[in-house]
């Protein structure tokens, strides 16, 4: 049995992360008009993110406005079908601030991939509560009482969010050294200010995610008998476990023989020894979101599967 389908048996449901999930492939830089020149490889590296963009700008724009791509940029969604159980989450007003803030900044990320590379339409996405509280039950190791609920509260959903984003970046991180193309690695790297200003944004997000929830990190999920802290680290633990390829995801505390340089077990933000970002490749990335622990076997927050060529190819060898 995969390890996730201890927790999606029916329907297929539930990771962030995140978003979010999420992970930058970005407009052309000025010095790059075309990708006709970019092996097929790259192009479908520069692809794949949209799988978890997708992800991010529903979550991010169901929890804040209560409606969305379909609603406020159909032309991107591409006629894929309609989120499950995405809805408006209980907020206040700085956290849906904050919330509408990378809504909005998730469809500039869409559309800017999507000048970029053809892309694919929307895939079937599970947003629904069930869908977190089965991750949530998988990270704790059992069923909580009552049902994690992360449309319930600033806090709750502020955990939510912390289950898919970095996924997303630890993808970007990781997708860099597979690009054969010169072109590719500049369009990454952000040879073009506006793509270097777009990675900012969505390494920002995460960053202000782990800060809300660090300034809480000892405060304990009501009714949950779990601080904040505990949770992100529980989250971490099965993301690692998941991805199947080692250290690549830490909560908000540490050991701190894990801590920045050995010194503090305080960590706001994640890193290896020498504090750089972690890598995942696309076969880890889906493994995680689809919470199955395996690239080929679809679930969770992705009950179809992702799309793009990357993502196919495991569903159809």
């Not at 520069?46 to 406005?65: T, V």
């Not at 039950?137 to 009482?145: F, H, I, Q, T, W």
């Not at 969505?202 to 782990?210: K, P």
């Amino acid at each position: 049995m995969k390890i996730f389908n201890l927790f999606f048996r029916s329907p297929p449901s539930s990771t962030t992360t995140a978003t979010v999930a999420t992970i930058i492939f970005l407009f052309i830089s000025t010095s790059v008009n075309s990708t006709a020149n970019l092996p097929k490889t790259d192009m479908d590296l520069l692809e794949f993110p949209l799988n978890l963009e997708y992800f991010e700008a529903e979550y991010f724009l169901f929890g804040s406005l209560g409606k969305g791509l379909d609603t406020i940029e159909p032309g991107l969604a591409a006629k894929g079908p309609p989120p499950i159980g995405a809805k408006q989450a209980n907020l206040s007003l700085l956290i849906k601030d904050v919330i509408t803030q990378f809504a909005y900044q998730e469809i500039g990320h869409l559309r800017a991939i999507k000048k970029l590379v053809q892309g694919f339409p929307r895939p079937l996405l599970n947003l629904s509560a069930k869908s977190f509280g089965t991750v949530m039950d998988a990270a704790v190791g059992n069923p909580l009482s009552p049902p994690f609920d992360p449309y319930a509260n600033d806090l709750n959903y502020l955990i939510s969010c912390y289950v898919i984003p970095y996924v997303g970046l630890t993808g970007y991180v990781g997708a860099n050294p597979k690009l054969e193309s010169p072109d590719s690695r500049k369009l990454l790297y952000g040879y073009d200010k506006l793509v270097a200003g777009l990675l900012g944004v969505e390494s920002g997000q995460d960053a202000v995610i782990r800060s809300l929830l660090y300034e809480r990190a000892n405060e304990k999920v009501v009714p949950y008998d779990i601080t904040v802290g505990e949770f992100t680290q529980k989250i971490s633990q099965l993301r690692n476990k998941l991805g199947n390829d080692g250290l690549k995801d830490e909560g908000l505390k540490v050991p701190i023989e894990l801590g920045a340089e050995k010194n503090t077990q305080g960590n706001v933000l994640a890193g290896d020894e020498d504090s750089v970002a972690y890598g995942r490749t696309p076969q880890e990335i889906l493994r995680i979101v689809y919470g199955t622990g395996d690239e080929k076997a679809p679930g969770g927050f992705y009950p179809q599967g992702g799309d793009g060529a990357i993502a196919k190819g495991y569903l159809n060898p």
